[in-house]
């Protein structure tokens, strides 16, 4: 059965400062995989995704993930953080017909 | 172009009450989604259709839930006799073709839906 696990609940960083967020899914064939950001009072936006091929992806925002197949893991990160970038983050993997979704981790944001 | 609309934005009723809460996709797109989000977890699927076709509603948790979309484009949740653990957010989300895990979802903004 498909499932996300997203370790960290909530997340402090200072503005300028780097970010990572975790992500280890389990799946049984090839993952779909998606994160997620959102923002108060906003729907959930694509921030990027992985299919297949270069196991860098590149987001909107300035974000990337990294899909470590060994690890089953798929990291988003930014080398910079940015305070509009206080939210909460979801990652996901895509099923027959749906996606499952982690826990999600807030990220606060330090000025 | 619009994005996905969800209507009400915030629903506050009685234990008891039925309430119906609405979503109208991104014109065009074939695919629909419901999930519900409770405080402090991810989104969890409900239901979902191509065109006006129900394809799978495993993720509905009891038949007070029900889910249509009968001309293939607006589509109602209904919840009937509403209890208290019903209070969540509640996400439309739509699709531009039949489903599939690459397809990419585009979510609205979520009724939250409290029942005293």
């Known amino acids: 059965a498909q499932s996300v696990t997203q370790p960290d609940i909530h997340i402090t960083v200072s503005e300028g400062a780097s970010l990572e967020l975790r992500c280890n899914y389990s799946?049984?064939?090839?993952?779909?995989l998606f994160w997620y950001v959102q923002s108060p009072g906003q729907g959930l936006q694509l921030l990027l995704k992985?299919?297949?091929?270069?196991?860098l992806v590149q987001g909107i925002k300035g974000f990337e993930a990294e899909f470590k197949r060994s690890q089953s893991s798929f990291n988003l990160r930014k080398p910079s953080v940015h305070w509009s970038d206080a939210a909460e983050y979801f990652c996901?993997?895509?099923?027959?017909?749906?996606?499952?979704f982690g826990t999600g981790t807030r990220l606060t944001v330090i000025p | 172009g619009a994005g996905v609309s969800q209507s009400p934005r915030y629903k506050v009723t009685k234990r008891g009450q039925d309430v119906a809460l609405r979503c109208d996709p991104i014109?065009?797109?074939?695919?629909l989604y419901w999930y519900r989000q409770a405080l402090g977890q991810g989104p969890e699927f409900l239901t979902y259709?191509?065109?006006?076709?129900?394809?799978?509603k495993s993720g509905l948790p009891n038949d007070r839930f029900s889910a249509e979309r009968p001309e293939g484009s607006i589509s109602t949740l209904t919840i009937q006799r509403t209890e208290q653990r019903d209070s969540a957010m509640y996400r439309c989300?739509?699709?531009?073709?039949?489903?599939?895990?690459?397809?990419?979802?585009?979510f609205g903004p979520g009724t939250r839906l409290t029942v005293l």
């Open positions: 989300a739509s699709s531009l073709y039949t489903s599939g895990p690459t397809d990419t979802q585009y």
């Open positions: 799946y049984g064939a090839t993952p779909y």
């Open positions: 992985y299919f297949s091929g270069d196991t």
């Open positions: 996901a993997v895509g099923g027959a017909n749906n996606l499952f």
């Open positions: 014109s065009g797109h074939v695919s």
């Open positions: 259709f191509n065109y006006e076709a129900q394809q799978d």
